[in-house]
């Protein structure tokens, strides 16, 4: 069946410092993935996102990374700031139009 | 910035009683969605909706659940028979024409449906 990222770990990174991501999948046919930012009592907001035939994709202070091979895809801050602190999900889809959510990560950011 | 929203913020209902929550998706957008989110647990999806249809749903979205777009500018979300399990986030969302990248769901804030 289709799983996204089955973990819910939590990362806690020093203000400033550069913060990895990291998020697996086990829907081959998927060919579309986002990464969402979900802070306290907000819905997913959108960050980046990355199509199956490329392999990297670069944002604002953001990327994100896909590795086919091994249905892995990691997101890269750069710099992080407190404003940062949230929940991480990734999400893929095979059609565009259901989103399969994994479990998220929590980033704290310490000043 | 243009963005989705959703009336009530927090519904509270007790157990049997029918709810519609609401939303306005952007403007222009043509794709809208539910999720939930049940306290703790990951965004799952619920159902799309284009072109006056249902284009697929999940095996959440039983006969209890029904989806309406009633005029240009509301999508609502209607549990007929609410239940305890009910209780949960629920999320809308809208993309637009897909871009060449791909296809980006904007999310609403969210309705916090407790059941009692």
């Known amino acids: 069946g289709e799983s996204v990222g089955l973990h819910l770990p939590t990362l806690s990174v020093q203000e400033g410092d550069n913060s990895i991501i990291n998020c697996a999948y086990s829907n081959s046919a998927s060919d579309y993935f986002i990464w969402y930012k979900q802070e306290s009592g907000k819905g997913p907001q959108f960050i980046i996102d990355?199509?199956?035939?490329?392999d990297k994709r670069q944002g604002q202070r953001v990327t994100v990374l896909l590795n086919k091979t091994v249905k892995h895809l990691s997101l890269q801050i750069a710099a992080t700031q407190p404003g940062d602190s949230a929940v991480y999900f990734c999400a893929e889809t095979r059609d565009g139009n259901k989103l399969v959510f994994g479990a998220g990560t929590i980033l704290r950011v310490k000043s | 910035e243009p963005e989705v929203t959703q009336t009530p913020s927090h519904q509270v209902t007790q157990m049997g009683q029918e709810v519609i929550l609401r939303c306005v998706p952007i403007?222009?957008?043509?794709?809208f969605y539910w999720y939930r989110q049940i306290l703790g647990q990951k965004v799952e999806f619920l159902v799309s909706?284009?072109?006056?249809?249902?284009?697929?749903k999940s095996e959440i979205f039983d006969d209890q659940f029904s989806v309406e777009r009633p005029d240009g500018s509301n999508f609502t979300l209607k549990i007929r028979s609410t239940k305890l399990e009910d209780s949960a986030m629920y999320f809308c969302?809208?993309?637009?024409?897909?871009?060449?990248?791909?296809?980006?769901?904007?999310f609403g804030p969210g309705t916090r449906l407790t059941v009692t």
């Open positions: 990355i199509r199956s035939n490329m």
């Open positions: 403007s222009n957008h043509l794709y």
């Open positions: 969302a809208s993309m637009g024409t897909p871009s060449s990248i791909g296809y980006e769901q904007y």
């Open positions: 909706f284009y072109n006056n249809e249902i284009s697929e």
